[in-house]
């Protein structure tokens, strides 16, 4: 008896191995590849997110693989220290960090980012500020940032950039002169 049970065990560990390396090959339920998604950071490297899949194409909307850069427009005190393309479901945008690397706190920071197709041609702009997530940015802080897009657009790279209002600066974001003389040339 005791030599049936341990046949017994060796066969059902045996199909419970199986079965969990045949859950670990080929294409996931979702119909993901198994391929991971690149994030650009601010050194102009690259680094693979972990847990992260992508079907080939980054989305309905987005083809092939989706790079972004740093604008010029871009506050030297908010470095964008990760920035990455997402897709979940129905929403897609961009995901990042910003980090305040000077010492002024900052009452309040947005990340502007424009799609573009592959001429670089912008062809639409979408924005996120902190003031729903954080009061303030403190020196040597981070900020976690979630910018979605709206409506179908057919792009390849984007564009994305950092400004902010310094604490007792009433008089606009900083760096608001040198973004509106860059974007209204679109």
Same mark, same amino acid.
């Given at each position: 008896?005791?030599?049936?049970?341990?046949?017994?065990?060796?066969?059902?560990? &045996?199909?419970? +191995?199986? +079965?969990?390396?045949?859950?670990?090959?080929?294409?996931?339920?979702?119909?993901?590849?198994?391929?991971?998604?690149?994030?650009? $950071?601010?050194?102009?490297?690259?680094?693979?997110?972990?847990?992260?899949? $992508?079907?080939? @194409?980054?989305?309905?909307?987005?083809?092939?693989?989706?790079?972004?850069?740093?604008?010029?427009?871009?506050? &030297?005190?908010?470095?964008?220290? @990760?920035?990455?393309?997402?897709?979940?479901?129905?929403?897609?945008? +961009?995901?990042?960090?910003?980090?305040?690397?000077?010492?002024?706190?900052?009452?309040?920071?947005? +990340?502007?980012?424009?799609?573009?197709?592959?001429?670089? @041609? $912008?062809?639409?702009?979408?924005?996120?500020?902190?003031?729903?997530?954080?009061? %303030?940015?403190?020196?040597?802080?981070?900020?976690?940032?979630?910018?979605?897009?709206?409506?179908?657009?057919?792009?390849?790279?984007?564009?994305?950039?950092?400004?902010?209002?310094?604490?007792?600066?009433?008089?606009?974001?900083?760096?608001?002169?040198?973004?509106?003389?860059? %974007? %209204?040339?679109?």
């Amino acid at each position: 008896m005791s030599e049936s049970r341990r046949t017994f065990l060796k066969t059902a560990g &045996a199909s419970v +191995v199986g +079965v969990a390396v045949a859950g670990c090959t080929g294409n996931s339920p979702d119909g993901s590849d198994g391929t991971t998604e690149a994030t650009t $950071t601010a050194d102009g490297t690259d680094t693979v997110a972990e847990n992260e899949t $992508t079907t080939g @194409e980054s989305s309905a909307t987005a083809t092939g693989d989706v790079s972004g850069s740093v604008g010029s427009e871009s506050n &030297a005190d908010l470095e964008l220290t @990760e920035h990455s393309y997402f897709q979940d479901g129905s929403n897609e945008g +961009v995901r990042g960090t910003v980090t305040n690397t000077s010492d002024k706190t900052y009452s309040l920071v947005v +990340v502007h980012v424009n799609p573009e197709n592959d001429n670089a @041609e $912008t062809l639409d702009r979408f924005e996120v500020d902190s003031s729903e997530s954080i009061d %303030t940015l403190e020196p040597d802080a981070t900020w976690d940032f979630e910018v979605v897009f709206d409506g179908d657009i057919d792009f390849t790279q984007y564009t994305i950039w950092a400004t902010g209002q310094t604490e007792g600066n009433s008089g606009g974001t900083t760096n608001e002169t040198a973004m509106n003389e860059t %974007t %209204t040339a679109n």
